[in-house]
């Protein structure tokens, strides 16, 4: 179900976060919003001056109920854009069974899913457990990954290279995020530790 007032006051122990209600009913505690393009400019005026922000949309699914799909998408396109030119992140919390298997097939392809931190029974062959030192230690010296990097890097072609690091990400272990027409690539914490156990096959 959606958060209510009293986890919303226990999430957040160390910073007050900003919170916008979605409902026609007026709230005496929190601003509220009754329709998606307010929403939107209201996310707008909040992070234009600020970089490092997450914003965090609960319950997509009840957007998609009151308007569509489609019409939720292109907000989420434009939110996005403002997210990433302030280096910051945006959250979004779907329930599945809501929405249909082409809608959820649409959300995988430009949002990463939050990884699980657990790693036991968690094996990877050599080829991949090298990706992932090799992402790393690109990471540590500040230089960006991309899945064409790491074709070149190994000297893969683009179809293995994607398999790979497809096959990576789907455990967890990576994700990627859009910077102009590049897809960079990132260490999750699960998969920080499975490098610093080490479980490969």
Known sequence: GRITDKELQTSFKKKIPSIIKLTEEKDDQ????????????????????????????????????NYSFESVMKTLYKIN???QKQDSILILRVNPSIINQ????????????LPSQEISDIQI????????????????????????????????SKVTAKKRLDSLKNLGLIYSRKQGKSK????????????KHGSTI
């Open 30 to 65: 929190y601003p509220t919003s009754t329709n998606i393009k307010d929403l939107y400019q209201k996310i707008k005026d909040f992070i234009k001056n600020k970089k490092n922000t997450v914003i965090i949309i609960d319950r997509m699914d009840y957007l998609i109920t």
């Open 81 to 83: 854009d403002l997210i």
């Open 102 to 113: 082409s809608q959820i097939a649409i959300l995988n392809e430009d949002f990463e899913k």
């Open 125 to 156: 062959s050599q080829e991949q457990y090298e990706i992932l030192i090799h992402i790393q230690n690109e990471i540590d010296n500040n230089i960006l990954v991309t899945y064409g990097n790491i074709g070149k890097t190994f000297s893969i």
């Open 184 to 195: 960079i690539l990132y260490i999750t914490n699960k998969g920080k530790n499975l490098l």
